[in-house]
């Protein structure tokens, strides 16, 4: 088995593991460093469950061999705690709006909806729709999850003018 | 998923000596998006894996009036949809970009790995074949630019000998053309065009000059709907014309029939979405 060695950096951690080449970065963050906050769902690449953040960017971690994030950063839910514990605003604002039911693909949700309110704090609904268009949930109806990233916005951007 | 070696090349040079070197055992990768599917459905199962990760300076995206537009094959679909320069200058490329897939793919996956992939169904294709795009085959040998209308030769096929690499797309500057591009979907929460359609066109007012008009998806490849080029060309573009374009498109293009779609449904499309695009591109009202 060819195995290689990846260095990278997970919710600000330096890691190093060796693995096989074949590894996907959903496998290596759930089996080898045991963040199994990151679900695996379709693993075709469709249903957006395995979101994590690469460079502060969404991806579906299903589509990558875990070399390719040699030398970067990952982010995952994990990551999104605050030391001291406190749920990050839209862990906050999801829990508060019943933005998920069964929640396994919330993960994803909040993943992507992290990276897209770095880009667009005050978003529309239809831009959130669109954010969430690589993200699958066969419960909520996504009508609870929209609210709860618009939510999360307001709350985000309202602690930004605080500070 | 099959074991495989992992190799990375620091130049497209390299990269086309390890495909020699490795021959029919080797596979190229640049963002995977496409190709670790393939890899786990084993439908590919190369002993070899050429990554391409490891390339400095190819993906860049640089834009000169005289020459055009150069996007570096690893360029990924987020980097063209947010290019200025692109947003400025093709804005029908720039649009295309980010509709690819969905953010995640569009975060990851390249344009040249697009191309070389030559999946039908899928936006990059169709729209850059419209904008009279080549690419630039690299190898050991030396550089070939192919034109896209010969670069997609068959279902998941292209011209690309297998020693080389797409290292660039080249567009030439629209001058004094405007363009569309549209994708048909059955509904929004599909990721793959059901049909693709890109026209660019020099035009007075609504008098039609040239058009290079190209339909994909429901193609094996992109193809150039010549009939209708030449039946718009030097005309006024009227309601009734774009009729005739609507149904010459649909008794002549050789679409595919599948799960997807049927044959007859995607001619039927073919004909409404390009008599769509065609009205908004040259101001045509259809009610």
């Known amino acids: 088995m060819d195995k290689c060695e990846v260095k990278l950096k997970v919710n600000g951690e330096e890691q190093e593991v060796v693995v096989p080449a074949r590894r996907l970065l959903s496998e290596l963050l759930r089996d080898d460093l045991n963040l199994t906050g990151t679900k695996r769902g379709c693993e075709t690449g469709i249903c957006g469950a395995c979101t994590v953040l690469l460079d502060g960017e969404a991806v579906k971690s299903c589509l990558l061999v875990a070399l390719q994030a040699e030398g970067r950063e990952v982010t995952t839910i994990e990551g999104l705690r605050g030391e001291d514990g406190t749920l990050h605003p839209l862990q906050q604002a999801f829990v508060e709006h019943g933005g998920l039911q069964c929640g396994y693909c919330t993960p994803g949700m909040i993943m992507s909806a992290k990276a897209f309110l770095e880009r667009n704090a005050q978003p529309t609904d239809g831009e959130i729709r669109q954010a969430l268009s690589g993200n699958l949930c066969r419960c909520t109806g996504y009508m609870h999850i929209v609210e709860s990233i618009a939510a999360a916005a307001k709350a985000m951007s309202g602690e930004a003018k605080a500070k | ?287």
């Open chain 2, 1 to 287: 998923m099959r074991d495989f070696t992992v190799l990375k090349p620091s130049s497209a040079r390299e990269a086309s000596r390890l495909l020699a070197e490795h021959g029919d055992g080797a596979r190229l990768m640049a963002g995977g998006t496409a190709l670790i599917l393939a890899l786990r459905q084993r439908l590919v199962t190369p002993g070899h894996l050429v990554y391409l990760g490891g390339v400095p300076a190819m993906n860049a995206v640089t834009y000169d009036a005289k020459t055009g537009l150069r996007i570096g094959a690893l360029a990924r679909h987020i980097d063209v949809a947010t290019n200025a320069a692109v947003k400025t200058h093709y804005p029908m490329l720039a649009s295309m970009a980010a509709q690819v897939a969905n953010p995640q793919v569009r975060n990851q996956g390249t344009l040249g790995g697009n191309l070389c992939y030559a999946d039908p169904a899928s936006d990059p294709p169709t729209c850059l074949m419209a904008l009279g795009a080549r690419v630039l085959a690299t190898s050991n040998a030396g550089e070939r630019e192919i034109a896209l209308d010969a670069f997609f030769t068959d279902y998941y096929q292209t011209a690309l000998r297998p020693e080389e690499v797409l290292t660039e797309i080249r567009i030439p500057p629209l001058g004094d053309a405007t363009g569309a591009y549209a994708r048909f979907r059955r509904t929004e929460a599909e990721h793959r065009p059901m049909l693709t359609l890109g026209i660019v066109a020099r035009r007075d007012g609504n008098m039609c000059r040239s058009a290079r008009i190209v339909i994909g998806a429901s193609t094996a490849t992109p193809v150039r709907a010549s009939g209708v080029e030449q039946l718009l060309e030097g005309k006024p573009v009227t309601r009734a014309l774009l009729d005739q374009a609507a149904a010459l498109v649909r008794s002549q293009t050789e679409v595919l029939s599948d799960f997807r779609g049927s044959a007859d449904y995607r001619r039927e499309i073919a004909g409404v979405v390009l008599r769509r695009t065609a009205a908004s591109l040259f101001g045509v009202e259809l009610n």
